[in-house]
């Protein structure tokens, strides 16, 4: 499998961007497809997830500005990012996590774009 991401750039504050992530090879179920970010000298975080079920998650620092989607059918993730501050500027990375299924539990495989850069500014 692989991930590319598409859609980073520089915006000012109050702006938004929509980030997509496009997924190429055997997508199975069950998967959850998410959003991270990383600042320089910081660990990498979690900034939203969304599995094939529907279930959403996002990280407190987004509630509300940040939107999760996914088209099944294309494969394709989006990250939809409104009233972006300085705060948000990072490299923001799709990750896609696909489960193995067996009698006894089920084992996840990880995937990640390579990342793409948003910069935020006054």
């Known amino acids: 499998v692989q991930l590319m991401e598409s859609g980073g750039g520089l915006v000012h504050t109050g702006g938004s961007l929509r980030l997509s992530c496009a997924a190429s090879g055997a997508i199975v179920s069950p998967n959850v497809m998410a959003w991270y970010r990383q600042v320089a000298g910081r660990e990498r975080e979690l900034v939203a997830s969304?599995?094939?079920?529907?279930?959403?998650n996002y990280a407190d620092s987004v509630k509300g500005r940040f939107t999760i989607s996914r088209d099944n059918a294309r494969n394709t993730g989006f990250l939809e990012m409104t009233s972006l501050t300085s705060e948000d500027t990072a490299v923001y990375y799709c990750?896609?996590?696909?489960?193995?299924?067996?009698?006894?539990?089920?084992?996840?495989?990880?995937?990640w774009g390579q990342g793409t850069q948003v910069t935020v500014s006054s």
């Open positions: 990750n896609l996590r696909l489960g193995i299924v067996t009698i006894e539990r089920t084992k996840w495989i990880e995937f």
């Open positions: 969304l599995t094939d079920g529907g279930q959403e």
